[in-house]
T-cell receptor, first 115, second 117 residues
Framework: GAVVSQHPSRVICKSGTSVKIECRSLDFQATTMFWYRQFPKQSLMLMATSNEGSKATYEQGVEKDKFLINHASLTLSTLTVTSAHPEDSSFYIC???????????FGPGTRLTVT | AQKVTQAQTEISVVEKEDVTLDCVYETRDTTYYLFWYKQPPSGELVFLIRRNSFDEQNEISGRYSWNFQKSTSSFNFTITASQVVDSAVYFCALSEAGGNQGGKLIFGQGTELSVKP
């Protein structure tokens, strides 16, 4: 089946620094990728929709200048958390859709801890 | 607005019991998809099923079964003869079928299932 990878799987960074998370579709071209965030014991909340070659669409309440999304190719989307703060500590999960099947494949997630 | 409600936040059963996880959804779309995912402690989401709004047939896959009822906007999930390995958080989700954001998922709050030996 289709595989989506995320890198890194875990990252610890200091407050005020930026961290980049990569999401790759390994065996298919993803026209659309989604970024979700999950706080402990909570549900997944969509942060943004990323379409290849265009600007990401952010959900209400998500700061686009803080969470920079780049979808430069059909197999790679990146999420950069800028000037991270402890409240940004969360589990970030990406997903990718190929074609019009609406079959959505999730990456394994990245656990971000900001100290 | 789209919404998914999983009223059961935690369920605890003893191994071999049957358990049903409830899911109620709201949408104005006539075409949509419903999903169930399993999230074990590792965090990775495991896809269980996708159902489109035009297919109300119930589905069975091994010990898992799903009951989709459009009349009550429900998509319940039953595990028969539960096992300890079924312990996880289960999410029900809804997506719209079209538009430039087609495919984005609205998740329910999740139900944490604990199966005790």
């Amino acid at each position: 089946g289709a595989v989506v990878s995320q890198h890194p799987s875990r990252v610890i960074c200091k407050s005020g620094t930026s961290v980049k998370i990569e999401c790759r579709s390994l065996d298919f071209q993803a026209t659309t990728m989604f970024w979700y965030r999950q706080f402990p014991k909570q549900s997944l909340m969509l942060m943004a929709t990323s379409n290849e070659g265009s600007k990401a669409t952010y959900e209400q309440g998500v700061e686009k200048d803080k969470f920079l999304i780049n979808h430069a190719s059909l197999t790679l989307s990146t999420l950069t958390v800028t000037s991270a703060h402890p409240e940004d500590s969360s589990f970030y999960i990406c997903s990718a859709i190929g074609g019009l099947t609406y079959e959505q494949y999730f990456g394994p997630g990245t656990r971000l801890t900001v100290t | 607005a789209q919404k998914v409600t999983q009223a059961q936040t935690e369920i605890s059963v003893v191994e071999k019991e049957d358990v049903t996880l409830d899911c109620v959804y709201e949408t104005r779309d006539t075409t949509y998809y419903l999903f169930w995912y399993k999230q074990p402690p590792s965090g990775e989401l495991v896809f269980l099923i996708r159902r489109n709004s035009f297919d109300e047939q119930n589905e069975i896959s091994g010990r898992y079964s799903w009951n989709f009822q459009k009349s009550t906007s429900s998509f319940n999930f039953t595990i028969t003869a539960s096992q300890v390995v079924d312990s996880a958080v289960y999410f029900c989700a809804l997506s719209e079928a079209g538009g430039n954001q087609g495919g984005k998922l609205i998740f329910g709050q999740g139900t944490e299932l604990s199966v005790k030996p």
